[in-house]
């Protein structure tokens, strides 16, 4: 069985700053790598993912998360955080190769950043 | 393009009563889904319909949970009798195909509160 864990609930910074939100998994076979966020009041959204191939992926909006398999992470960074970066992030892995699709999600990380 | 629609979006019942949800996902998406958000954890995965059928019920407390996806488009999820502990927000999302490596599309959410 797949798990997430996201060592930290809430995660206070000030406007500029840089941001590190961490992401473990367990997981006994290959997996795909989800960060999704959901900000105030709206569904989640993806933020970025890894499927294969490079373990550095970037969005569009400056966030990077880098794929470690040695220490089985997926953590997410942005060097310079927004105001509206404010938003829960979620954590979330799946089973590449075998039978069972399912995304098991992490228990969150609350950003909120202070001007 | 239309992104994933739920309602209501907010709803307050007593204990024993009965509710449904409704979801329509994105014109064209084969797979959806409904996830139980409770608060301080991330989304659970209930049901997962491809097309009118159902691949993955198996975290669906079926003494009191149900959901449909007739003709393989909108779906509903209704439980009764209602508990405390099913106050959450109820998720529905959709993928192209239901491949893990796939986006899922999240709707805003039903937040349900069970007095």
């Known amino acids: 069985a797949q798990s997430v864990t996201q060592l930290d609930s809430q995660v206070p910074v000030f406007e500029e700053a840089p941001v590190e939100l961490r992401c473990n998994y367990s997981s006994s076979v290959s997996v795909y790598l989800f960060w999704y966020v959901q900000y105030p009041n709206q569904g989640l959204q993806l933020l970025l993912k890894y499927l294969s191939g490079s373990t550095l992926v970037e969005s569009i909006n400056g966030f990077e998360a880098e794929f470690n398999k040695s220490q089985t992470s997926f953590h997410l960074r942005k060097p310079s955080v927004h105001i509206s970066d404010t938003a829960e992030y979620f954590c979330?892995?799946?089973?590449?190769?075998?039978?069972?699709?399912?995304?098991?999600f992490g228990k969150g990380t609350l950003l909120t950043v202070n001007p | 393009e239309a992104g994933v629609a739920q309602s209501p979006r907010y709803k307050i019942i007593e204990k024993r009563q009965s509710v449904a949800f409704w979801c329509n996902p994105i014109?064209?998406?084969?797979?959806l889904y409904w996830y139980q958000q409770i608060l301080g954890q991330g989304p659970k995965l209930l049901i997962q319909?491809?097309?009118?059928?159902?691949?993955?019920d198996s975290q669906l407390p079926k003494d009191r949970f149900s959901a449909e996806r007739l003709k393989g488009v909108d779906s509903t999820l209704k439980i009764q009798p209602a508990k405390l502990e099913d106050s959450a927000v109820y998720l529905c999302?959709?993928?192209?195909?239901?491949?893990?490596?796939?986006?899922?599309?999240f709707g805003p959410g039903t937040r349900l509160l069970v007095l």
């Open positions: 999302a959709s993928s192209a195909a239901g491949l893990p490596r796939e986006t899922q599309y």
């Open positions: 979330a892995v799946s089973d590449s190769g075998g039978s069972n699709y399912k995304l098991t």
């Open positions: 319909f491809q097309n009118n059928g159902v691949v993955d």
């Open positions: 014109s064209g998406h084969a797979t």
